[in-house]
């Protein structure tokens, strides 16, 4: 199972960094999210990233759980440094805002295959109020964040084909949270020349 959280690292000159990124980990583990863990934690990460650069200086992370999509755009696209609070086993400090914590040191890293392997033990686990679900327009303002990040790879018209089925989801399930999400999406990608149907007209409204 991959679960969307956000990786918080340091660099070896003590400059904090937060990255949304996939978490693989087993059915059982996600069930006890809230919990300590039993088993390890293993994550994907392409050699360029920061993330993988600050694993690999310090050896230790810590994945923040929430489902605050505007944390996850901030993020990815605008390497916002949200407000942080210092870890009890390692390092790097723990997203304020995370409902759960996991500090995790690294076991093992794989660099022969692309994106590398990343694995890690859990040293601490912290509940602080639980992870709540997500609404569909949560989700799709997830999987329009993972496009934008993709940016460069990603054909534009396949952003563009999406948009209107993302948008339609984040305004009819979603709140003024997710709403502010996608919009900041969108401008993002119409700095990139992906021009996506109503941002820079105005006529998105959310329905309230």
Known sequence: MIVET???SI????IVNFAPMGLHISDMDYERVGQSPAGSICLRLYPGSQTYANLLA?????VNFTNNVLLFVDTA????????????????PSMEQAHTIWEFSVTHVDSS?????????????????GVTGFCRGQWAVLEAAIAATRWQLLP???I????????ELVKKTGGTREFEAFMKIGSFLAEKGIMVPGILS?????EL
């Open 6 to 8: 956000i990786i918080s």
């Open 11 to 14: 660099s070896d000159d003590d």
């Open 58 to 62: 310090t050896g230790q992370g810590v």
């Open 77 to 92: 696209l605008y390497s916002s440094c949200p407000s942080h609070t210092p870890s009890l086993k390692v390092c790097p």
């Open 113 to 129: 295959c692309v994106p590398a392997l990343v694995e890690g033990k859990i040293e601490y686990c912290e509940n602080r109020g």
């Open 156 to 158: 534009p018209a396949k």
């Open 160 to 167: 563009i084909q999406s948009w209107p089925m993302w948008l």
């Open 202 to 206: 105005g006529t998105i409204k959310q």
